[in-house]
């Protein structure tokens, strides 16, 4: 493949990691994005010292409303030209939508819907200018139905979802495309952060490998969305979801959600 170099956010955990493994491996450059700057260190020093790419680092708090703005200006001070966007980060969390705070519920507008959209506004001009560039936005399952006990959660999701959609249509003929990553229930640090580690919907997550392989691929061909990652009961009630009377779903979802 060409020299690219991808941006990667949320890179030192879960799929994150993943994505950088899959470009690395194949001589792509990288910016690694995330919050723990100890842990950016570790990590920019682990992908040189195995895969010898040039490896840059970027902390920025997501939760913050002017995350993207720091990551873009960033991006320019280095003098770097990014390829491929990985808009990775992303947190759940369980509870009522009245149980959790409003802190909270911003906070993840903030990380899973703002950061990833204007992230898309600043990168996407030049990417239409170069007419070549990929978007690969990571977003879940949990788009395809409202979900009680994360109500909000999935409801980020569906907007990333129905973002990504119109925008790859867009993008036709302009050598750019954005596809959506829509995973199960993964083995990441994600049921833990969010304390949804007891629940049916995690016994028997996945595991992230082939899940960032079918996205990465996916992105590279150009997809509009790519579903991955489904154990045996979630493939076949994805399936059947759109048949399903939305109360008895919904029921259902609270039911995987709820800690045991």
């Avoid at 369980?94 to 959209?117: H, S």
């Avoid at 990553?181 to 993964?186: K, T």
Wanted: hydrophobic share 40%; with cysteine; proline share 3%.
């Amino acid at each position: 493949m060409k020299h690219t170099t991808a941006l990667i956010t949320g890179s030192t955990g879960g799929l994150g990691i993943e994505f950088v493994k899959l470009h690395a491996r194949q001589g792509g450059d990288v910016i690694l994005v995330g919050r723990d700057e100890n842990k950016l260190d570790e990590q920019k020093k682990w992908v040189k010292d195995t895969y010898h790419v040039q490896v840059y680092s970027i902390a920025a708090d997501f939760t913050n409303y002017n995350a993207a703005e720091t990551i873009y200006n960033t991006v320019r001070d280095l003098g770097v030209t990014v390829d491929y966007l990985i808009n990775n980060a992303g947190f759940g969390g369980q509870g009522t939508f009245v149980e959790r705070t409003i802190e909270q519920d911003l906070y993840m507008a903030n990380v899973n819907m703002i950061t990833p959209t204007k992230l898309m506004k600043l990168f996407l001009p030049e990417f239409i200018a170069r007419n070549s560039g990929r978007i690969l936005n990571v977003s879940s399952t949990a788009a395809l139905i409202p979900g009680p006990l994360q109500a909000e959660y999935y409801a980020t999701k569906a907007y990333l979802t129905s973002l990504s959609n119109a925008v790859w249509y867009e993008l036709k003929d302009t050598g750019v495309s954005c596809t959506v990553l829509m995973p199960g229930a993964m083995a990441t640090g994600f049921a833990a952060a969010g304390g949804l580690a007891d629940t049916k919907m995690f016994a028997n997550a996945g595991k992230p490998e082939q899940v960032a392989k079918d996205g990465y691929e996916g992105m590279m061909k150009g997809e509009m969305s790519v579903i991955s990652g489904l154990p045996g009961w979630q493939k076949g009630f994805v399936k059947l979801m759109p048949m399903m009377p939305k109360k008895i779903t919904m029921g259902f979802i609270a039911d995987q959600q709820t800690v045991k």
